[in-house]
Antibody, heavy 117, light 107 residues
Framework: QVQLQESGPGLVKPSGTLSLTCAVS?????????WSWIRQPPGKGLEWIGE???????NYNPSLKSRVTISVDKSKNQFSLKLSSVTAADTAVYYC??????????WGQGTLVTVSS | SSELTQDPAVSVALGQTVRITCQGD??????ASWYQQKPGQAPVLVIY???NRPSGIPDRFSGSSSGNTASLTITGAQAEDEADYYC??????????FGGGTKLTVL
């Protein structure tokens, strides 16, 4: 079974860039899946951020597209998220997930990122 | 519009049947998937496609769809089913949408 693990700073300053990495184990990131980032502000619902295929093809949420970059590192079997110009509204638990024809079938445990000075 | 709408909260008596609904224009073209999220945990996929359950999901969970509405039904709700439930679909541009979530209380 595929396992995903998010890592990165838990605190980011306003106007800075949020950077997270998702390590994939138990399977290859070059398999036929899309690798996604989803976030959840405290006490609120889920928001899809974007996704990447191992070829480098990406899809982004239109509301975040201007600030988001998702990349893949096949040599390390991981993918990453960068979100620029962050504000307090970007404070959330960030999840990485595997998406296939069944939906978002596997999720990381999530990591809380707080935007504060 | 590219939105999915869910009732914020639903309750059900222990052992009874409950339906959680999700409405949106995209559901006329694409199936919904459903996720269960318990406090402090990551979401778990419970239903996908026309009415499919991942391995390990009890058969009391089922899904259906009609027009612009998708439904998740729990037949014989158990105490452990108390959780937040989110629907998810995609739109014609390939963007993924989540409903606002439904908090299920088992009485």
């Amino acid at each position: 079974q595929v396992q995903l693990q998010e890592s990165g700073p838990g605190l980011v300053k306003p106007s800075g860039t949020l950077s997270l990495t998702c390590a994939v184990s138990g399977g290859s990131i070059s398999s036929s899946n899309w690798w996604s980032w989803i976030r959840q502000p405290p006490g609120k619902g889920l928001e899809w951020i974007g996704e990447i295929y191992h070829s480098g093809s990406t899809n982004y949420n239109p509301s975040l597209k201007s600030r988001v970059t998702i990349s893949v590192d096949k040599s390390k079997n991981q993918f990453s998220l960068k979100l620029s110009s962050v504000t307090a509204a970007d404070t959330a638990v960030y999840y990485c997930a595997r998406r296939n024809s069944s939906g978002f079938s596997d999720w990381g445990q999530g990591t809380l990122v707080t935007v504060s000075s | 519009s590219s939105e999915l709408t869910q009732d914020p909260a639903v309750s059900v008596a222990l052992g009874q049947t409950v339906r959680i609904t999700c409405q949106g224009d995209s559901l006329r073209s694409y199936y919904a998937s459903w996720y269960q999220q318990k406090p402090g945990q990551a979401p778990v996929l419970v239903i996908y496609g026309k009415n499919n359950r991942p391995s390990g999901i009890p058969d009391r969970f089922s899904g259906s769809s009609s027009g612009n509405t998708a439904s998740l039904t729990i037949t014989g709700a158990q105490a452990e089913d108390e959780a937040d439930y989110y629907c998810n679909s995609r739109d014609s541009s390939g963007n993924h949408l989540f409903g606002g979530g439904t908090k299920l209380t088992v009485l």
